[in-house]
Each structure stands twice: as C-alpha cells, then as structure tokens.
C-alpha cells in the first residue's frame, strides 16, 4: 500500500520561494500507471488542486498559479517536490501530496493523501 | 474553467437519518466525479469515484449517483462517525482537478 509524506518548512518569507517534497513509500513513483498531485487547503474552504506530475514526468498546472509553480519527480529519492515562487500571506494553508491510478478502477480520483504539512507565510 | 457548487453548505442532521448532498457542474463533467469525506485535522478520504462507483473499504450506506452536470452523494443511515465535511471534485482529460467548497455535515 503506498503512503506519502510530506516534508518540508513550515514557515516562509513573503516574496521568498517554497519548497516541499513528498516521500513515496510502498510504491515507485516511476510506476508506469501513477499520478502524483500537490493539493492545498485553507481553513473552512475547499481543496485547491496545485499540479499534477505523471510517472514519464509530464506536468500540469493549475492555470492560476501555473507562473508560479514546478513540480519534479526525483527518482532516486523515490519522491515528487513543488516549487512555489514568490510565495504572499495569500499562499498560507496545508499543502498535501496525493496519489492516484490512471489504470485503476479509480483514475481520475485521489485515492491516497499525505498528512499535510501546514506552511505559513509570514515575515 | 468548469466551477463546482455544492448544496447546502452546511446540513443538520440525526443519527439514522438519510442526508443527500449535492453538486452542480457549471458544464457537463459526464462521469469525472468523486466524493470525498474530510474530518478536523485530516486529509479527505475518497468515498465515490466515476459518480456511483464506491472506493474499495467504504461502507455501503454511502453512495453516489448523477451524470452530466447534477449529482448527488447520498448517506442512507447517518452514523455517528459520518459527521464530517464532504467535497466533490471533477477530473479533467486535461489533467486538471476542481472541488467543490464543501457540505458539513453537522449534528441536529
């Protein structure tokens, strides 16, 4: 069974860069049919979906903050990282790393979930 | 960009009682709907994927039904555990997710 976990600081300075990694265990993140996601979350709203990176290392990014964003697999680590530039107090939520199965019964969903690592930004 | 809305944003409701929820597509989203459970403090947890199909380990009372752009998550006999914070999200062939901003699910 895949876990992931996330890693990465908790607290960021306005205009500075985030960086965070998710650390795939139980499972390669190389695995020819497995998707990874970033997905955030502020208090009391919605999920906001960050980007998604394929297993052959192809990416897409939400169109909001597409400028702003690269994800990256790194194989040898068996992990997937973001990278955020230019991080504002608006950026300030849970960041989770998730997981899903482009040939499972389940493709299209986020079957597996990180804890989430909480990141402030904040001078 | 296709907007997911949920209704209502918050329900309250018994132990036993059946409680629908619901989600509207701003355009057709065919079958490329999931549900998800969330409660304090923890990553959602997929409940419905492809509209009506149910996640491997999830109890039967949960089900999800619709097509196009309406469809409902239904809970058929609330638990105590079932008191939590429900999304639904669309997956684009694009390769981009949307969720809804959420129903919790409060006790009456």
Not at chain 1, 10 to 34: A, H, I, M, Q
Not at chain 1, 96 to 102: R, V
Not at chain 2, 11 to 40: E, F, M, N
Request: hydrophobic letters at 30%; proline letters at 4%.
């Amino acid at each position: 069974q895949v876990q992931l976990q996330e890693s990465g600081p908790g607290l960021v300075k306005p205009s500075e860069t985030l960086s965070l990694s998710c650390t795939v265990s139980g499972g390669s993140v190389s695995s020819d049919n497995y998707y990874w996601s970033w997905i955030r979350q502020t208090p009391g709203k919605g999920p906001e979906w960050i980007g998604y990176i394929y297993h052959s290392g192809s990416t897409n990014y939400n169109p909001s903050l597409k400028s702003r964003v690269t994800m990256s697999l790194d194989t040898s680590k068996n992990q997937f990282s973001l990278t955020m530039r230019s991080m504002t107090a608006a950026d300030t939520a849970i960041y989770y790393c998730a997981h899903g199965d482009s040939y499972g019964g389940n493709e299209g969903a986020f079957d597996i979930w990180g804890h989430g690592t909480m990141v402030t930004v904040s001078s | 960009d296709i907007q997911m809305t949920q209704s209502p944003s918050t329900l309250s409701a018994s132990v036993g009682d059946r409680v629908t929820i619901t989600c509207r597509a701003s355009q057709s989203v065919h079958t490329w709907l999931a549900w998800y459970q969330q409660k304090p403090g923890k990553a959602p947890n997929l409940l419905i994927y492809k509209a009506s199909s149910l996640e491997s380990g999830v109890p039967s009372r949960f089900s999800g039904s619709g097509s196009g752009t309406d469809f409902t998550l239904t809970i058929s006999g609330l638990q105590p555990d079932d008191f939590a914070t429900y999304y639904c999200q669309h997956y684009s062939s694009y390769h981009t997710w949307t969720f809804g901003q959420g129903t919790k699910v409060e006790i009456k």
